[in-house]
Structures are given as C-alpha cells and as structure tokens.
C-alpha cells in the first residue's frame, strides 16, 4: 500500500499544478502524510533546473505551514489525532521519555529531525503536545527545512540527473552524520 502511494504521489511531479501539488504534500507530510515531498521535488528540479530555488522555496514555505498545523495537532487535539498518528509510526509508547528529552533540547531536536530523516511530524506535533513554544519552534523549522531543501535543489541543479541516486539513497545519512557532528561539536565546546 505505501508503494502504491509512493508511486502515486511521485507521478504528480508531471501536472501541470506541480508546485501546488508540491505544497500540498509538503504540508501534509509535516504534520501526518507519510511520504516526504523530495519525491515531488527532484523530479521536478531535474525537469526544470532553473526552478530548482523556486521548488525549494514552495516546499519549505509549505512545509513550515505544515508544522504549524501538526503542532496546533499536539497541542489542541493530542488525544484524538496526534497520539493515533504517533501510534501509526511507531512513535506512540515513548512520549512521555520522548517529552522529557525534547524539552531538554527544544530546538536542536526541530533542527535535527528537519533536516534528517526522522519523521518532521513527530517533532511537530510533540512540539505543540509539550508546549514548546511556538515562534522558536515556527524558527527553527524554517531554518531546518530550508537547509534540508535548499541543499537537495542545489544539488540536483548542480549534478543534475546523476547526484538523483545519492539524494534518493544516501542523502538521509549524510545529513544524519552532520547533525550529530554538530551536536558533538557544541557538547566539546561545552565542556571546555
């Protein structure tokens, strides 16, 4: 069922209303649509490089509005949609370890899980269930997903069709790795 939804959502890259589709998954998919809209948006800067930032753009905006709304979920309506959405990904019986932890680092979890491959809409929607507050968290989303968009259309502008299988399979790991490194690179500085 996933690979059918997967291969449905990418053949919307071809409409004619691309770039509102896109939006549209990208909304979504921050707050409880299960595929990220990458499989919207390198097919569609491949096909129109000279988008490529307009693309970016698009998804991130939309993106962020999306996790708007997946926090609104957490924080309004935990109990009857954010806590079955949870449950759908594996995330449900950790909330309360997970709540704790996020608190302790707030941001850097938004920025982490928006540029990684850690579901964006468990962070959203825990963000609105811990009252994280919403401008640091609308902030850091921003930044987040803009890196994690801007990157991949800068990079399919770039190398074009041949970076595509990188993105698709690697992309995720590299960013993974960064943020770790990141996150090491201050606790170092911490200490000393």
């Known amino acids: 069922m996933l690979r059918r939804l997967y291969d449905r959502t990418l053949s919307y890259a071809e409409h004619p209303q691309a770039l509102w589709v896109l939006a549209f998954v990208s909304f979504i998919e921050s707050s409880f649509f299960p595929i990220p809209p990458d499989v919207l948006m390198i097919p569609m800067v491949l096909a129109r490089p000279r988008r ?3 693309i970016a753009l698009v998804a991130t905006l939309a993106s962020v509005a999306g996790g708007v709304a997946g926090y609104a979920i957490g924080a309004l309506a935990y109990e009857q949609l954010g806590q079955p959405i949870l449950a759908a990904l594996g995330k ?3 909330m309360e370890v997970f709540a704790t932890r996020f608190n302790e680092y707030g941001i850097w979890a938004v920025l982490i899980a928006g540029v990684t491959p850690f579901p964006f809409k468990v962070i959203t929607i825990m963000s609105g269930w811990s009252a994280f ?30 970076i595509r299988d ?27």
């Open 52 to 54: 490529a930032w307009l």
């Open 133 to 162: 507050p919403l401008i640091p968290f609308v902030l850091s989303a921003l930044v987040a997903r803009a890196l994690r968009f801007f990157i991949v259309a800068g990079l399919l502008r770039v190398f074009g069709p041949p």
């Open 166 to 192: 990188f993105i698709e399979r690697r992309l995720g790991l590299v960013f993974t790795l960064f943020c770790v490194a990141l996150v090491g690179g201050f606790m170092v500085l911490r200490v000393l």
């Open 92 to 94: 449900g019986d950790a």
